[in-house]
């Protein structure tokens, strides 16, 4: 009589959870931690570009009242009317702003996925494989991915309840009204201090991340760390500071209301 195969344990003597059951291929790739670094990074790509171009329309915020088509309105909400007209007449009103909706909440979801995955990969090593951990290797940054993440997550939600969907009390909103929603939410100093913090921890997430997904997509040098570095920082910098101004122009009244449309 064969005798039982003895299961696989750890190091502590608890035994390792089975081996999932293998994928079809490209599935099969997001089962590696390779895999899911790589979905990291090219989801934290397309996430960093919106948010550079986020920040970046929301500068219109400072121009104000200007004439568009023989009408004065504020640039901020011309813009968001844009926005909506995207690829019109090729593609029906709204529908490309939809996709690329889809596509950010698709890349936002992986992201949040494939980085749970590797926390619960990354502490089953460390249980495995157990030894003390470098410390001083980790920048403090790096450390805190995980929970400037769902702080982060946590903005998103308040910012779409916020601005997009009118849900917060406090001012009232306008819907296809940007600039009006902005100066009437920001102009609250408990708020546009939370918009401060977030943002805050927004550009420390984006600074790890931007350095360590060149690391994720293989390019590795260390010829290349300084250039990585200066990168990372120029990208989180640029964003903490341009966002970080809203709330401070408004609560400064350089963005205001004072030249309101009638």
Known sequence: MAAP??????????PLRPKGKELPFPLSLYQTAVGKKWVMAVTGIMLLGFVVFHMLGNLKLYLGVVEHNGVLDYDANIYG????????????????????????????????HAMYALTMMNQQANVTYSSKRDWKAATFASRSMRYTGVIV?????????????????????????PHENVVGSLSNPVVAAFYIIANALLAMHIFHGAYSMFQSLGINNPAYNKLRRGFAAGVAGIILIGNVSFPIAVLAGIIDLSDKVK
């Open 5 to 14: 195969t003895k299961a696989r344990v750890d190091s502590a003597d608890r």
């Open 81 to 112: 009317e844009w926005l909506r007209d995207l690829l019109v007449p090729f593609l029906p009103r709204t529908v490309t702003l939809w996709i690329l909706r889809i596509g950010l909440i698709g890349a936002f979801g992986l992201h949040i």
């Open 153 to 177: 997550l946590a903005y998103l939600i308040f910012h779409l309840a916020d601005l997009t969907w009118g849900f917060i009390p406090g001012y009232d909103y306008e819907r296809g009204h």
